[in-house]
C-alpha cells in the first residue's frame, strides 16, 4: 500500500481528529480543539505529520517539544494501514525533526491498558519507564 507523508498543516484538522477517534488508545480533550492543535503545529513547525494513502489521511501523529525534550502525542493508522511500515515512518520522521532541532531525547504517553499500542511501541525500540509516574493538575 503506497502514502506518503506530508506536514501536518491545520487544514487536515478535520480528517486527523476524525482519525483520532475512530482509535482506539487515543484520548482526546479540549486540548485538542482547532485552535489548540494549530497554536501547537505553529510551535513546533515542521515536527508533525501525516500519512496520505488514497487521497485520504491514513496515519498521523503530533510531535514537538520545550526546548529540552521531545514528546509524540497521538499517534494513530488506520486499521486497515497498519503493518504498512505507516506508523513507524511517522516516527521515524519526528524523531529526525527532534533531532535536527537538538532534542537528544523524546518521550510519549500511552494508557497502560493499551496493549496493541504498547507492542507497537516496543517493536519500534521504546521501552517503559517502571520509575517513573505522571501526574496531572486540571488548570
Known sequence: ????LSDFEIEFYDQVVELWRRCEGIGLSGADSPENIGAYLRRNPGMSFVAIGGGEV???ALSGHD????YIHHLAVRPQWRGH?????????????LAEAG???????????????????RSVGWRPREELVVVSKNL
Do not use: P, T
Open 103 to 121: 532534542i537528544q531525547k523524546c518521550h510519549l504517553f500511552i494508557y497502560a491498558d493499551n496493549e496493541e499500542g504498547m507492542a507497537f511501541w
Open 85 to 97: 511500515g505507516v506508523g513507524r515512518e511517522l516516527v521515524d520522521r519526528c524523531l529526525q525533526a
Open 1 to 4: 500500500m503506497k502514502f506518503q
Open 58 to 60: 491514513v496515519g498521523a
Open 67 to 70: 526546548g529540552r525534550r521531545g
